[in-house]
Each structure stands twice: as C-alpha cells, then as structure tokens.
C-alpha cells in the first residue's frame, strides 16, 4: 500500500496573501493581477491609470474577489510610500510584490548615439527606479513581518545585446542583479527575491510600438512555434508568491516559448 504523503506535499496556494502589482492598467501586469484576485488572493493594482485600475476592481470584486486601486506612479518616492500606506491600512500586511511595471514604450530602436539623456532617463527610471522604490518599501514592510515574496520583471534584452534599446536592456540587467542582491540581503528576514524575464509576449503595447514585420520575425524565431499571451506569465508568478518556490531566491527565469 502506497504511504499517505499528502501532508508533505508542496502548498502552490496563495489563498489569502495581500498582492501588490505595478503596472497592472493592462497587459501582463493586468493579467496578473485578475489571476491573483482568481486564485484567492487580496489584490492591490498600482498603475498611473485609474480608469483601468478601477475597471478590474470592478471586475475581480463581481467575482467575489478583493481588490482595492491605488493609481501611482512608481518612479514617485512618496507615491510609492503612499501605495504602500494605504495597503497597511486596508490589509493589514504585505505578502506578495510583483514590480510589472516597466517597459520602453514609444523610446525604442534608438541607436545609442541618437538617445537623448531625457529618454534614457525615463526608461532606466520606469524601468530599474522604480523596482528599486518599490522593493525597499515593501521590503521594509516584509522584514517586519520575516515573511515575504517579491517578483520582479526582466526581459531578454538584460542578457541580449538589441539594437536600439540601450536604455531598456540596462535597465533590465540592473534589475537582475538588483534582484540577486535583494535576495542576499533580505534573505535574513525569510524574504525571496526573483525575477520572470518575459519572451515576446502579444500585448496591446507591443502591438502598437513594434513594427508587424519585427514582430513576425520575432514570433518565427519562438522553438514552441508561437507568441507568448499574458496568462502564460500567471503559473510561474503563482509559483514564485507560494510556500511551492520557498527555497527559490535570487532566480532570474525566463519564459519565452525556448531559448532564441
């Protein structure tokens, strides 16, 4: 007879944990943020549109979910603060951090000398600032508590050489090993740092700044033979806020359909 081992096997739940999710307007981040709410976590949507943010409050809440909108701009030092305030307030705790936030938008394909400062600036600011800001005040918040998961976000372009994206390829490479230093310094505290770096994924913005030709090409080139969605993104971040990833820090993990 086979042993009952039911009580050691890995929780993958994140029932009940407070998630807070930048970028969550739209996308990947929008995504996330309705699949957390699914699963049964109390979900808190930062992004600078509040007409997004309050469209899938309504939506996650209709389900019987939990959700609770704080339009902010996380490159914003005391936005930021406040976001995490108002979460305190409402939740009580912070469980889960996923920094979606980020992107190159419209500053893209920019030979490095044709960039002007401003827009390297904003980019590496949207970018590696703001999951920096993000991660110190709510890792503040998690090393009181000894408990806590963060989940940032990089891209291929870290560890990629692209044409045109300077900016947002060192951006990102600053993202991983900010997310391999956080996790030595926050590991004391039982809190785990890692990092999702996205292959190309058919969102609203890539659609609307990439060339159909570049993204075609791009979409060729995926070994599992197709585009990457929004929700393909939601099994890896459920994993990396559960007790299933608890010994898994300072991983950078892509998910891009195969190595390009």
Request: hydrophobic share 40%.
């Amino acid at each position: 007879m086979a042993l009952d081992q039911t009580s050691s096997l890995p929780s993958f739940s994140v029932e009940g944990r407070v998630t807070i999710v930048t970028g969550a307007g739209r996308g990947i981040g929008n995504a996330l943020a309705r699949g957390f709410a699914a699963s049964g976590a109390p979900v808190v949507l930062a992004a600078r549109s509040a007409i997004d943010l309050d469209a899938t409050v309504r939506e996650v809440e209709s389900r019987g979910g939990r959700a609770l909108a704080v339009p902010t701009d996380v490159t914003d030092e005391e936005q930021v603060s406040e976001m995490v305030r108002r979460t305190q307030a409402v939740f009580g705790r912070i469980d889960v951090l996923i920094n979606c936030a980020g992107g190159a938008g419209a500053d893209r394909a920019i030979p490095v000398l044709d960039m002007d400062l401003e827009v390297w600036q904003r980019v590496v600011d949207l970018n590696l600032k703001s999951t920096h800001l993000c991660c110190r005040a709510v890792g503040r918040v998690m090393a009181d508590q000894m408990r806590g998961s963060i989940v940032n976000f990089s891209s291929g372009t870290a560890v990629r050489p692209t044409h045109g994206m300077t900016h947002y390829g060192s951006a990102k490479a600053g993202i991983d090993h900010l997310t391999r230093m956080l996790a030595v310094e926050l590991g004391r505290y039982r809190v785990r740092v890692n990092a999702i770096s996205p292959g190309l994924i058919d969102t609203e913005t890539e659609r609307r700044h990439m060339p159909p030709e570049t993204f075609e090409k791009y979409s060729k080139a995926v070994p599992l033979g197709r585009v990457g969605q929004p929700g393909d993104i939601l099994g890896l971040a459920l994993f990396l806020a559960s007790d299933a990833s608890a010994y898994i820090s300072g991983a950078i993990i892509p998910v891009s359909g195969g190595p390009q």
